[in-house]
């Protein structure tokens, strides 16, 4: 009689490994690189490179945390977003939300989700390694199937790289894995934390052309002098190539954002309304962010053939003011 506890026992140990132990990672992580369940229960890489940390969700490959070691925070996230995956499942309000393969409202149908597909999705961490530098460089990757193809009928692969220093690099290259082209809009649709958008001054864009949605898509040029946020804000900026400049007088910090491969640079602010309109931004939480974008949209859409593909990246890095 004495064989049953000792067989509860054994057979207690063995759920405990299986359900307790972590699922070892698909790769192997360098020491400064971890798998955790993060909000909503979604598996995000934590990085904790020697100059900076990072935090990305798989959910959508969702950079949600990028710290230089010597200044605070660069990206804002919403105290009252969403962290639910799916296939698909909803976009976390903040960070960085991949926009593929259209942007905004530019549905291909009524009711597709705005700004593509690609941020509602799991992607899957296909490396992760420790360069000589000591950043710390992860690799995730999201490729078509019948999830996506009910959404957008072409065959693509999307690959996400992420290096993290003191600096944070982003490389969105977007491939035709099909036998037909496909025109496809895309973003690295970046929240700045900002110590009061009302106080930040913005340069890089002045004189250019830009399209105001705020004004029923009106083509006008920008001012002379740096861009300042006085009203809900949102524009893009097509066919242009510039670096961006965020001033934060509040924060004492320039955060610049340099670019290539991207036409396009939308920058956005809510503002008060709009800003307690959207759920997930609500609780007066706009003057602590401001969207600076990478991308290619509208006249800038990129048209791939298949067996082509297209990068673009953003780099992110900080000067103390
Ligand atoms: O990039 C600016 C923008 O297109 C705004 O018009 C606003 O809709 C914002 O994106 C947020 O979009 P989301 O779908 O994330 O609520």
């Keep these: 009689m004495q064989r049953i506890p000792l067989l ?17 990672p698909a790769i192997a992580l360098p020491p400064s ?19 900076g940390e990072a935090h990305v969700y798989l959910h959508g490959a969702h950079v949600t945390h990028f710290k230089p070691r010597h200044s605070g925070p660069v990206l804002w996230v919403s105290k009252n977003s969403s962290f639910v995956g799916g296939s698909p499942g909803k976009p976390i309000r903040g960070g960085v939300p991949v926009v593929f393969p259209w942007f905004a409202d530019n549905l291909p149908k009524k009711g597709d989700p705005g700004h593509g597909l690609a941020r509602l999705f799991p992607w899957t961490l296909t490396s992760c390694t420790e360069l000589p530098d000591h950043r710390v460089c992860a690799v995730l990757e999201l490729r078509s199937d019948g999830r ?6 072409h065959e693509f692969h999307l ?29 690295l649709h970046t929240y700045f934390a900002v110590g009061d958008a009302r106080q930040v001054s913005v340069s890089g864009l002045e004189g250019a052309p830009y399209i105001d949605k705020v004004d029923s898509y009106r083509r006008k040029t920008g001012e ?16 242009n190539r510039a670096a961006v400049s965020i001033a934060d007088p509040v924060l004492k910090r320039t955060i610049t954002v340099e670019k290539t491969g991207s036409q396009s ?15 997930d931004l609500a609780g007066q939480q706009w003057p602590w962010m401001l969207c600076v974008e990478t991308a290619n949209v509208g006249t800038d859409a990129v048209t791939l053939a298949p067996g082509a593909s297209h990068t673009l990246t953003a780099r992110i890095h900080i000067r103390a003011l």
């Design 8 to 24: 509860i026992s054994l057979l207690s140990l063995v759920l405990l490994a299986t359900t307790a132990w972590p699922a070892a």
């Design 33 to 51: 690189a971890r798998l955790e369940t993060g909000s909503g229960s979604l598996e995000r890489l934590v990085i904790a490179a020697r100059d």
């Design 148 to 153: 996506t193809r009910p959404l957008f009928p």
């Design 159 to 187: 690959k996400l790289t992420i290096t993290v220093g003191s600096e944070l690099e982003m490389e969105l290259t977007a491939a035709n894995t099909g036998s037909s082209p496909f025109t496809c809009e895309e973003a």
């Design 224 to 239: 002379a002098g740096a861009l300042r946020i006085t009203a809900e804000t949102d524009r893009i900026y097509a066919a």
């Design 265 to 279: 640079t939308v920058v956005w602010n809510p503002w008060i309304r709009k800003g307690e309109a959207l759920l």
